[in-house]
T-cell receptor, first 114, second 114 residues
Framework: EPEVTQTPSHQVTQMGQEVILRCVPISNHLYFYWYRQILGQKVEFLVSFYNNEISEKSEIFDDQFSVERPDGSNFTLKIRSTKLEDSAMYFC????????????FGPGTRLTVT | DAKTTQPTSMDCAEGRAANLPCNHSTISGNEYVYWYRQIHSQGPQYIIHGLKNNETNEMASLIITEDRKSSTLILPHATLRDTAVYYCIVRVPYLSGSARQLTFGSGTQLTVLP
């Protein structure tokens, strides 16, 4: 069964450093998402992406964040200058099209900022 | 998206049916009811969705009341692997041709006991 994959599974970085989290969505999917979950808290939406541009973004997704689909298969989330409060699980998700009811989530990347 | 209310936690004996309730009294006519679950720190997993009719798939059944103000997710024969946080989400799935984000609440922690 096709699945969303994410790398790395765990990333440790120092405050102020840039990180790139990578996702490979399901191959025929057209909509892509990033969510995050701070330990013990709710899953929060960050951004959705379609047709090489951002569709929606939350208040969390400020100028420190960016997304890209560089090569038609990968979908990346970049945090330019990490803060301690960026420590969280980051989940990538994809859905087939605008009428799809299901979003398929990856296993997540645990980001630890020290 | 309409607000949902779920119990914080529930227990269920292995092999028995697990019935997870959700209240969504402010649901509007074009909003669907979705259920996702999250097994400890993994990515959320889609279970089932419905508009007004009862639905069943290989994972679960969804019973929506006639007035659509509440619903129940039924896992017919719960196993230990069904221990997870279950999220009831009410939303319009797409808007202006764009697939929309999911807004997760706190969900119900279901613990299946041996």
């Amino acid at each position: 069964e096709p699945e969303v994959t994410q790398t790395p599974s765990h990333q440790v970085t120092q405050m102020g450093q840039e990180v790139i989290l990578r996702c490979v969505p399901i191959s025929n999917h057209l909509y892509f998402y990033w969510y995050r979950q701070i330990l013990g808290q709710k899953v929060e939406f960050l951004v959705s992406f379609y047709n090489n541009e951002i569709s929606e973004k939350s208040e969390i997704f400020d100028d420190q964040f960016s997304v890209e689909r560089p090569d038609g298969s990968n979908f990346t989330l970049k945090i330019r200058s990490t803060k301690l409060e960026d420590s969280a699980m980051y989940f990538c998700a994809s859905s087939a099209d605008s009428t799809s009811y299901e979003q398929y989530f990856g296993p997540g990347t645990r980001l630890t900022v020290t | 998206d309409a607000k949902t209310t779920q119990p914080t936690s529930m227990d269920c004996a292995e092999g028995r049916a697990a019935n997870l309730p959700c209240n969504h009294s402010t649901i509007s006519g074009n909003e669907y009811v979705y259920w996702y679950r999250q097994i400890h720190s993994q990515g959320p997993q889609y279970i089932i969705h419905g508009l007004k009719n009862n639905e069943t798939n290989e994972m679960a059944s969804l019973i929506i009341t006639e007035d659509r103000k509440s619903s129940t997710l039924i896992l017919p024969h719960a196993t230990l692997r069904d221990t997870a946080v279950y999220y009831c989400i009410v939303r319009v799935p797409y808007l202006s041709g764009s697939a929309r984000q999911l807004t997760f609440g706190s969900g119900t922690q279901l613990t299946v006991l041996p």
